[in-house]
């Protein structure tokens, strides 16, 4: 296994790149340990006997994640680059509605997307196939895209100032909540097939989320959906969350989804203007650095 | 959240620190878990056990440390003590909260050799 990320057999594998990392090499001196001040000596003690010491850790569990997280935000917003985290349970729509987005603005906007699922590349084939550029990550066994996932990823499908980046997360309403990739807004989408108190049920993936897409409002006239107490919920869950009812089937309401993309992928164009225009930037820096910290 | 990934972050940040300090054994691992953090004590403890078999944390003892949880309340102007997410305001009765406190989970102290 990778000391330094993580990876190894059996884990994350980026679809058409070798697995090759760029470490900082660990300090391979062996040390001498000391003891309350003592000079440092080296010493053997017999074992269950051996004098312990306390050591101050004090470190966030996440804070490794968070900094790969830092990294791509910091490299999007300097080129411009709308980046959004799409989080659903499986089966929701997420693919579908990527399609649509894609086949209404691809001729005006540059967007790209990573796809992230356990197995299979099947989803970034049909993204390739409604005409944007897609990698897939395969998780193996895990359940929720990371940050360091997403630089390598990057590092691939190598986006253009100005793109929309979409993130398809894995299908999973629980874990990657806690997994800041980088983006700028996650977008949580919840199907009418699914339970209308999916909020309350999962409270901290609809609370970081600035959107949430209700797809598959084309059923409702099927289905037993109790849409006034599922808004309900999702408002109180989160009060500034800004709710679309969709259809990715059909289209319906589709153009509203549009508009809310297309005023944030305005204000990310702007922030990465202004940064370029500062007289020390480094505006032509790549998104993502193969060596991490 | 997802205690197995968040178990192998532990143990990380628990080999980091054997490599810098040169420590052989760890024998126990004090963990702070908020309130709010969705961490499930119990879960943590057998996904730690789990991935610390074969490491130098192999059989450590997981000491764990609840912090309380906080937040602000928007309607209130005020901060208020929050047991769990999705619990309303217990001034005012409503939702309108901002997590300040006990939403995150650190390693906090080692005992080594």
Redesign the interface.
């Given at each position: 296994m990778c000391?330094t990320c993580?990876c190894g057999l059996g884990e994350p594998g980026v679809e058409g790149a070798p697995h090759v990392h760029e470490h900082q090499d660990?300090?391979g001196a062996?040390?001498?340990?000391t003891h309350d001040g003592a000079p440092a000596h080296v010493h053997a003690?017999a074992p269950g006997l051996?004098?312990?010491?306390?050591?101050?850790?004090?470190?966030?569990?996440?804070a490794?994640?968070d900094a790969y997280a830092a990294q791509n935000r910091g490299a999007f917003e300097q080129r411009g680059i709308f980046a959004l985290n799409l989080v659903s349970s499986p089966g929701a729509g997420k693919t579908a509605l990527l399609v649509r987005t894609i086949q209404a603005l691809g001729a005006r906007f540059s967007i790209c997307v990573i796809e992230g699922d356990q197995q299979t590349s099947r989803d970034a084939e049909r993204i390739r196939a409604a005409g944007a550029p897609a990698v897939q990550i395969n998780t193996g066994k895990?359940?929720?895209l990371d940050a360091h996932m997403v630089a390598h990823a990057l590092e691939r499908l190598d986006p253009p100032r100005d793109a929309i980046l979409m993130i398809e997360n894995v299908g999973n309403l629980?874990?990657p909540?806690?997994f800041d990739l980088g983006e700028a807004h996650k977008v949580v989408v919840l199907s009418v097939t699914e339970g209308e108190d999916k909020p309350?049920k999962y409270?901290?993936m609809f609370?970081r989320a600035s959107v949430m897409l209700l797809n598959k409002i084309d059923l409702l006239p099927h289905i037993e959906f109790d849409l006034e107490s599922c808004l309900g919920y999702a408002r109180?869950?989160n009060?500034d969350l800004v709710i679309i009812g969709v259809s990715a089937a059909t289209g319906e309401s589709i153009p509203e989804w549009l508009a809310w993309l297309e005023q944030g992928a305005g204000r990310a164009w702007a922030m990465g203007r202004s940064i370029a225009q500062r007289p020390d930037s480094a505006s032509q820096a790549p998104v993502a650095r193969s060596t991490m910290p | 959240?997802?205690e197995m990934?968040?178990a192998?972050?532990?143990l990380?940040?628990i080999?980091d620190?054997a490599?810098?300090?040169?420590?052989r054994?760890v024998?126990a691992v004090w963990l702070e878990i908020g309130q709010l953090s969705?961490v499930e004590p119990e879960a943590m403890r057998f996904c730690f056990d789990a991935v610390a078999r074969d490491s130098v944390a192999e059989g450590a003892r997981l000491e764990i440390v609840t912090t309380a949880g906080a937040a602000w309340c928007n309607a209130c102007s005020a901060p208020v003590a929050l047991v769990e997410?999705?619990a309303p305001c217990p001034r005012c009765g409503g939702?309108?909260l901002r997590p300040t406190e006990g939403t995150?989970?650190?390693?906090?102290?080692?005992?080594?050799?």
């Open positions: 000391t993580g660990a300090d062996v040390h001498a340990h003690h051996e004098p312990s010491r306390m050591l101050r850790i004090e470190q966030d569990i996440l490794k994640n895990g359940c929720h629980v874990c909540a806690a309350l409270p901290d609370r109180r869950t009060p | 959240m997802h990934t968040l192998e972050s532990v990380q940040i080999e620190a490599r810098r300090e040169g420590l054994h024998r969705s997410l999705g939702y309108r995150g989970m650190r390693v906090m102290e080692l005992e080594a050799e």
